[in-house]
């Protein structure tokens, strides 16, 4: 059975870091692609970062570029979301996702407040 576990969420100030940390069972991160997708209140769903399988190619949303950084570490099976200069309008709720078989497997999702 999959299971990802994000936490790491919290409040942070505007400019500040954040890791997310996000903890697979039944799924072995190197093997499959893994991504963060948020959902901020009243707005759809959107990816943020991915990072392949095979090779760990990553890929970023536009608006995240040069400020996250997506990686992995296969002894520890998880995949982290690293945060920095953080902006208000990235506070959402962060999800890990991956995909096995057509089938997507979620996170509960963890909580990131960015605010003075």
């Known amino acids: 059975q999959v299971q990802l576990v994000e936490s790491g969420g919290g409040l942070v100030q505007p400019g500040g870091a954040l890791k997310l940390s996000c903890v697979a069972s039944?799924?072995?991160?190197?093997?499959?692609?893994m991504s963060w997708y948020r959902q901020a209140p009243g707005k759809e769903r959107e990816l943020v970062a991915a990072?392949?399988?095979?090779?760990?190619?990553?890929t970023y949303a536009d608006s995240m570029k040069g400020r996250f950084t997506i990686s992995r570490d296969n002894a520890k099976n998880t995949v982290y979301l690293q945060m920095n200069s953080a902006k208000p309008e990235d506070t959402a709720v962060y999800y890990c996702?991956?995909?096995?078989?057509?089938?997507?497997?979620w996170g509960q999702g963890t909580q990131v407040t960015v605010s003075s």
């Open positions: 039944g799924v072995t991160v190197r093997n499959y692609d």
């Open positions: 990072i392949t399988g095979a090779g760990g190619v990553t």
């Open positions: 996702t991956t995909k096995i078989s057509f089938h997507s497997y």
